[in-house]
């Protein structure tokens, strides 16, 4: 059987693929990335196939003029979503040429192409990821594989403890089947405990994870950019292209602090977290409101006629250069019901006194139904599905889930636990996200243990053996 996998610059997915390659069923070959500058992944009597990190970035694949051309029987098996690609492109930086539209056009088709030779060539039959795949290569993989009606499935971290999901598709579909899992419903009951407590603070906020993250991604970005500096000569080019990102940076920041305020926590408002980006939480789970902008502009409408307001408060790790721009800004502080908060004050605070959260998606959705205070969800979320959570597509479907909320609607606590007594069928036990590890409460060891019979039971369960 050949797979893809990838995920092996982590010692995590490492030893899941050599668990699962070994304790599940012979894998002759796996198609992989590889990072610049790591060993070689191995694995006992099976081929690796790696395909360079860099290349996933630049979309100029090693060996392109030999693979099979695409033609329009392949594009049109491609659904509407995999033009997400094109902003997905934006997590690599603007310096390499993705502000212009034909270049992520061109590096579209080449993903596509590349892609699709590898997996008809070689005969993928599953491909496996350690995450939501949310990169250009690695979405682009999961999309030609399921238009090709080949196996999919990706594992998701979730809120409660030590709990992941399997996925197949990037739109959620409601549980309708259901287990007993006596870990995982003391994992929900911790969980809901921990983020009941008014000093409640997320453990991801109170370490360096997401900065050591942002960190890596920059270091990988920056080395990309240096060879390219190296390659092309372009040094003059690279210098006045960080010159003006510094002017803009600050230009905007500037702009912002004219319209940032102190909330009043008195007034009826909607609080909207804005996710970082580029990340997962929008591109893909955002599907088209991967554009924040389209859901505060829904929000704000709905609620033009009253005395009801909406505050904003930006992430706290956001570069207004990546991944925003000024025009974003400008367009949402033009609205009159809209305000922006400054970045230094609790988000606590803020949602529990709010009337609603509005959000894409992200822990805080489950913490405010947690504590009572109803979820507008524009995301593909785990807990899109649960009491307190009106999922929003619609002009229609938002005025009527205000409507409700402003005649009194409040999640009840006791009506959230009762349903989370439910375990689905595809939540799992163990810690699929190595960034996670630190709070997680089971052995390293067992851990492997676990994503690997994990993933041996769902696949089971799928038939995916016969």
Not at 330 to 356: E, P
Request: with cysteine.
């Amino acid at each position: 059987m050949n797979i893809f996998f990838d995920e092996t610059s982590t010692n995590l997915g490492k030893n899941f693929l050599k668990g699962f390659c070994n304790k599940i069923m012979p894998v002759t070959k796996i198609i992989t990335f590889k990072l610049p500058n790591t060993d070689q992944f191995e694995v006992k009597n099976t081929d690796i196939l790696d395909v360079e990190y860099d290349e996933t970035i630049s979309s100029n694949y090693a060996g392109m003029d030999k693979t099979i051309p695409i033609d329009k029987g392949i594009i049109d098996s491609l659904n509407y979503d995999s033009l997400l690609t094109l902003k997905m492109i934006e997590r690599f930086g603007s310096f390499k040429g993705e502000d212009d539209f034909e270049k992520r056009v061109e590096m579209f088709f080449n993903h596509v192409r590349f892609w699709n030779h590898i997996i008809e060539v070689h005969k993928i039959k599953i491909a496996i990821f350690l995450d939501i795949p949310h990169e250009p290569a690695a979405f682009i993989i999961y999309q030609l594989m399921r238009a090709k009606g080949k196996m999919t499935v990706y594992h998701q971290q979730i809120a409660f403890l030590d709990t992941y999901t399997f996925e197949e598709t990037i739109k959620l579909q409601k549980p309708v089947k259901f287990k007993k899992d006596d870990f995982i419903k003391e994992n929900i009951r911790l969980t809901i405990e921990e983020f009941s407590k008014i000093d409640y603070i997320p453990f991801y906020s109170k370490n360096n994870y997401k900065d050591l993250k942002n960190y890596d991604n920059k270091f990988k970005k920056l080395k990309s950019i240096i060879n390219e500096i190296i390659s092309k000569k372009v040094f003059f080019k690279y210098i006045f292209y960080r010159m003006n990102k510094v002017i803009l940076d600050t230009r905007i920041t500037n702009f912002l602090k004219k319209f940032e305020i102190s909330p009043d926590l008195n007034k009826k408002y909607i609080l909207i977290p804005l996710n970082y980006q580029p990340e997962a939480t929008t591109s893909p789970k955002g599907d088209i409101f991967v554009y924040q902008s389209l859901m505060i502009k829904m929000i704000s409408h709905s609620l033009i006629d009253s005395d009801w307001i909406i505050y904003i408060k930006e992430h706290p790790l956001q570069s207004p250069t990546f991944g925003r721009n000024l025009k974003f800004y400008m367009d949402l502080v033009s609205l009159k019901n809209v305000f922006f908060i400054k970045k230094n004050l609790s988000g606590r605070k803020l949602l529990l006194s709010s009337k609603a959260l509005g959000i894409v998606s992200g822990t805080m959705g489950l913490e405010a139904i947690v504590n009572e205070i109803p979820v507008l969800c524009f995301g593909e979320i785990y807990y899109k599905f649960f009491h307190g959570v009106f999922p929003i597509e619609t002009n229609v479907q938002l005025d009527q889930a205000i409507l409700k909320i402003k005649n009194g609607f409040k999640p009840q606590k006791k009506k959230l636990l009762t349903q989370l007594r439910k375990i689905p069928s595809n939540y799992y036990h163990g810690c699929s996200n190595e960034g996670y590890l630190e709070a997680s409460k089971i052995p390293y060891n067992q851990n492997v243990k676990n994503l690997v019979q994990n993933l041996n039971h769902y696949l089971k369960s799928r038939n995916f053996y016969d």
